[in-house]
């Protein structure tokens, strides 16, 4: 009787903090309703799970008798991957999402003491973003491992904690390439798809603008941005302002000066902490493709 109250208290005090809700559909053992996570992620599937009987929504039976701490375990992790795959679907990038969204930390090479320094250095970034609303740059030529490290810095801070927190990556040269499409669009198809996105960059946790100074031109002629590009950029770092934001970029900050003007530069190197990919591009040598 005394597990039952304090499993009943517990799921209470989940409820109460926002963590778990009822549901509508009823227990076919118990008779009990069922509990699941609150999040807003789209999904075809109910995580309804009876807290007595371990009973899911589908029938699925998890364990009988099984405490709400072992259930919100396996929930948490559930959604965990639902909430990264909803990064995948949501984010603005022409590359293979299988290669771009599949970096980690424990994947990242570090073969010399100074890439070791450039991941713990990231590390201590996604450690410090749990508490701190962050803005890092990483800046380096191509190759060198930034959008690695920036993306298994997203994951760290996202799974880390409740699964009720959003992300998303934009590629900066992608994104503006899709804002022309959308002027002359007949359907509105990537007019949907970059206001969802704009959404996100609005309201997300922690954002990715991958690769901001490669729209034209390259680190060893630096074409300077045009008003619609720097317009877009500006409206990018407001929207981030007083939140979690990782950048990337091949250029140095005296280039970043000559691509969009110093006004600009200033406003993105506002307060931000930086990392610089001083390094070799390994992309031959290891055989994978970074960048």
């Known amino acids: 009787m005394g597990n039952l109250t304090s499993q009943a208290v517990m799921i209470a005090n989940l409820i109460s903090q926002g963590v778990l809700e009822e549901t509508a559909v009823i ?18 599937i109910d995580y309804s799970v009876c807290p007595n009987c371990g009973i899911t929504a ?14 919100d375990g396996q929930y948490q992790a559930q959604l965990q991957k639902q909430m990264w795959q ?17 970096k980690r930390f424990d994947n ?28 890092v740059i990483l800046t380096g030529t191509t190759g060198t491992g930034k959008t690695h490290l920036a993306v298994a810095m997203m994951y760290k801070y996202l799974m880390d904690g409740e699964a009720n927190k959003h992300g998303i990556l934009v590629n900066f ?17 990537t007019r949907r798809l970059l206001t969802r996105a704009d959404k996100l960059v609005q309201k997300s946790e922690i954002v990715i603008l991958d690769d901001i100074g490669a729209e034209r031109g390259g680190t060893k002629e ?70």
């Not at 589908?58 to 709400?68: P, T």
């Not at 570090?110 to 749990?130: L, V």
């Not at 040269?173 to 359907?187: F, G, P």
């Not at 979690?244 to 970043?256: A, D, M």
Request: proline fraction near 2%; glycine fraction near 6%.
């Open 222 to 291: 630096v074409v300077t941005a045009t008003d619609f590009e720097t317009g877009l950029l500006l409206q990018f770092m407001n929207a981030r302002e007083g939140k979690r934001l990782i950048i990337t970029s091949n250029l140095t900050s005296e280039q970043l000066d000559k691509k969009y003007d110093q006004r600009t530069t200033s406003r993105i190197m506002y307060r931000i902490q930086g990392i610089e990919f001083d390094i070799p591009d390994y992309r031959e040598k290891s055989g994978v493709i970074q960048s």
């Open 58 to 71: 589908n029938g699925l039976k998890i364990k009988h008798g099984a405490d709400i701490e072992s259930i």
């Open 27 to 44: 227990c076919p053992e118990c008779k009990s309703r069922m509990v699941r996570h609150i999040t807003d992620e789209p999904t075809d």
């Open 108 to 135: 990242f090479i570090a073969e010399t003491d100074k890439t070791k320094e450039i991941g713990n250095q990231a590390y201590i970034f996604a450690e410090q973003m749990r508490k701190e609303t962050l803005h």
């Open 86 to 102: 909803g990064v995948i679907k949501n984010s603005i990038t022409l590359g293979n999402p299988n290669i771009i969204f599949s």
């Open 173 to 189: 040269s992608d994104y503006v390439a899709l804002k022309k499409l959308a002027m002359n669009e007949m359907n509105g198809e």
